[in-house]
């Protein structure tokens, strides 16, 4: 028997159990930037990586509410999180802008494919795309975002109804004058935006988000040492996270081929956060093929493995609603720390084996 939709529930209880977490003591900084990726010092708000925090300690600011880096102007930017709805199909790839996020999530959508949701906040970046159209698990990832501006390109009338109700200001690219065409890519793998134009577009939005994570340097439970984490989403996103020392990063590769970045740079971040969600199939057809949106429980609850520091550290989320970030916990209860940086999050139904290897 099929769940009902999350947004048709009432009364949800979410009840998390324990799974494994002991403790190691890891110290480490790890680099924000995707390896070999360029950042532009115009389009970036310089941010302090923790590889380099103990020589600049004086000059630290508090850190990004998004990815836990300290700050070298002293005060977070002023402004909400920007949410951009980027496709990850084949003839998407390669993206731009993703190494420049301050968390991403990687859904499942219709097909056995992904689609991922792009967050920034202190940091800025000059192209994001291609830009595709909104999903019904998009509502849960922005509502816990403190009232992000959401970009996206159109959607079936249904799933635009949810994300005008939800906790955010929909920019749809359909119509708006942000958008940028490649040259190169064509229909409808040719959407892109930059911040800097988003933020132009709101500039009495002044507020930051919350954080949704824990940030520490340590480890915050004894994790088992780990080379690679495997998600077989489906043929054309299979998904490997592979543990490189030499860059502090997991790097990513779909179908045994290194993710890339448009201009190159292989997509690495540093953290992944593995949470298996319920999901079915739900009512509303989402293309000309006839296939069926996904639709995600987001207050399911369900196992996590957080790759973080060379170690998977296993343990349970759990969401009170929505409008709350998942806690990470270890079998004591306690939260899983994530180390400051860029952070991956994998929504991975459940039957998908998430596979790491030692």
């Known amino acids: 028997m099929l769940a009902p939709p999350w947004w048709r529930k ?28 360029k950042r532009s010092a115009a389009e970036t708000t310089p941010i302090a990586s923790p590889a380099n925090a103990s020589s600049t300690s004086l000059s630290l600011g508090p850190p990004c509410p998004l990815s836990g880096v300290s700050t070298r102007r002293g005060t977070v930017p002023q402004r909400p999180a920007v949410a951009i709805k980027v496709d990850n199909y084949p003839d998407a790839r390669p993206q731009s802008g993703l190494d420049k996020a301050d968390v991403v999530f990687e859904e499942p959508v219709e097909g056995g494919i992904t689609r991922l949701v792009a967050v920034f906040q202190c940091n800025q970046a000059p192209l994001i795309g291609p830009i595709r159209s909104a999903r019904e698990p998009d509502v849960a990832i922005i509502d816990e975002l403190s009232r992000p501006i959401f970009v996206h390109v159109g959607g079936i009338d249904p799933i635009i109804a949810l994300i005008n109700s939800a906790n955010d200001d929909n920019l749809d690219c359909c119509q708006s004058s942000i958008i940028e065409h490649v040259p190169g890519r064509y229909a409808p793998f040719d959407t892109y935006t930059s911040t800097s134009a988003i933020w132009g577009l709101y500039p009495a939005r002044k ?44 790097m990513l590769s779909i179908g045994g081929t290194a993710a890339t970045l448009l201009g190159g740079g292989q997509i690495g971040v540093t953290n992944v956060v593995i949470m298996t969600v319920d999901t079915w199939t739900g009512p509303w057809v989402e293309n000309s093929e006839g296939a069926h949106e996904v639709e995600v429980d987001p207050t399911s609850g369900g196992p996590v493995e957080v790759l973080r520091n060379g170690v998977s550290i296993s343990g349970t989320w759990s969401r009170s609603s929505i409008s709350q970030p998942a806690r990470l916990e270890g079998s004591d209860g306690t939260p899983i720390t994530l180390a400051p940086g860029e952070t991956w999050v994998e929504m991975v139904p459940s039957g998908i084996p998430v596979t790491t290897t030692p």
Not at 12 to 37: N, P, R, Y
Not at 215 to 244: E, H, L
């Open 10 to 37: 009432s009364n949800v209880v979410i009840a998390a159990i324990v799974a494994l977490g002991l403790a190691l003591g890891m110290g480490a900084g790890l680099v924000l930037a995707t390896k070999g990726a």
């Open 207 to 250: 507020t930051p988000p919350s954080p949704i994570f824990t940030y520490s340097r340590s480890v915050s439970g004894v994790g088992a040492i780990t080379a690679s984490a495997r998600i077989p989403f489906s043929s054309t996103n299979d998904n490997t996270w592979q543990w490189n020392p030499a860059a502090g990063q997991w």
